[in-house]
């Protein structure tokens, strides 16, 4: 069994900044592709970013400049930090990877975190 936890959404100002962590448990040999995605009420999900194994790095036109994914291999682990955050970017953030284990590789996702931006 493989699991993704999110954590780290709330409550915030425009203008502040969240950080959100997801890390990775269970039986599996290695994590490729993660990526962070979000949905708003009555909207469809839209990928926010991505971060391959190897480091690199692509952004949703929307949150370029303001948001910043990276990754912890050692601890399976990666991260979302969102800065001037906006109304806009209230949605809950998912964060899905790539796994492998013995014999295929998996898409899995987590739970989802809400994150909710407003004075």
């Known amino acids: 069994q493989v699991h993704l936890v999110e954590s780290g959404g709330g409550l915030v100002q425009p203008g502040g900044s969240l950080r959100l962590s997801c890390a990775a448990s269970g039986s599996f040999l290695s994590i490729h592709l993660m990526k962070w995605s979000r949905q708003a009420p009555g909207k469809q999900r839209e990928l926010v970013a991505s971060i391959s194994s190897s480091g690199v790095t692509k952004y949703a036109d929307s949150v370029k400049g303001r948001f910043t994914i990276s990754r912890d291999n050692a601890k399976n682990t990666v991260y979302l930090q969102m800065s001037s955050l906006k109304p806009e970017d209230t949605a809950v953030y998912y964060c899905?990877?790539?796994?492998?284990?013995?014999?295929?590789?998996?898409?899995?996702w987590g739970q989802g975190t809400q994150v909710t931006v407003s004075s």
């Open positions: 899905n990877a790539d796994i492998l284990i013995p014999g295929q590789l998996d898409d899995y």
